[in-house]
């Protein structure tokens, strides 16, 4: 158990939807991270949030956001999905705002259908 | 532009070793990383090496060559349990974006 909750573990939804993913990150740990990992492109990164503070972004797309919330929490919505927005997405945590340790949680599986 | 290549499987022995290498292009280098992911779970952090040389963690070790754009994860005396998926992720970009990218990892199967 690497301490990073994620919820919901599973999640199927229609296209056009929005869904909403939660993560608690690990006691202590101010940096959240969230990745997409898909077969076909592996582990993307999205976005990255410390301390309530957006630090650093990847290949997100616009139809998504995030946020950190002041008791360290962070959500990622991801709205108008589409069949291609099926993955696996993760929430990691770190101490820092640069990890050279981070901890995944166990992932959301969304599956747009 | 950037670019992370390994293998993509794999296979070794029981008890044997096994390299896995990994090469990349980047621009603003700045620490280069292994994690190890079975099936159907979450990464979890091998090792880090931002300088040149080996850094070595039990039966784990991991290499780097900046200058190479080059480094291996090395596993000795493998087990059943080491069949798993390999990830090389490289840190980059300037101070205040800084972020990880992945390669598409190597899974590795060891047989009895």
């Known amino acids: 158990d690497s301490g990073v909750t994620q919820t919901p573990k599973h999640l199927i939804t229609a296209t056009g939807q929005r869904v909403t993913l939660r993560c608690s990150p690990r006691?202590?740990?101010?940096?959240v991270y969230w990745y997409q990992q898909s077969l076909d492109q592996g582990l993307q990164f999205l976005i990255q949030?410390?301390?309530?503070?957006?630090?650093a972004k990847g290949n997100i797309l616009e139809r998504f956001s995030a946020q950190q919330f002041p008791d360290l929490h962070s959500e990622l919505n991801l709205s108008s999905l589409e069949l291609g927005d099926s993955a696996l997405y993760f929430c990691?945590?770190?101490?820092?705002?640069?990890?050279?340790?981070?901890?995944f949680g166990q992932g959301t599986r969304l599956t747009v259908v | 532009g950037q670019n992370i290549d390994q293998p993509t499987e794999m296979t070794a022995t029981e008890g044997a070793i096994v390299q896995i290498n990994c090469t990349y292009q980047t621009s603003g280098f700045n620490g280069l990383f292994w994690y190890q992911q079975h099936a159907g779970e979450a990464p979890t952090f091998l090792s880090y090496?931002?300088l040149d040389g080996l850094e070595e963690k039990g039966r784990f070790s991991s290499f780097l060559s900046r200058s190479k754009g080059y480094s291996y994860l090395l596993l000795k005396e493998l087990q059943m349990k080491d069949s798993a998926s390999y990830l090389c992720a490289v840190r980059n970009g300037p101070g205040n974006n800084r972020k990880l990218i992945w390669g598409l990892g190597t899974s590795l199967a060891v047989n009895p």
């Open positions: 090496n931002v």
């Open positions: 949030y410390y301390n309530g503070e957006e630090r």
């Open positions: 006691s202590g740990d101010l940096s």
């Open positions: 990691a945590s770190s101490v820092g705002i640069e990890n050279t340790e981070a901890f």
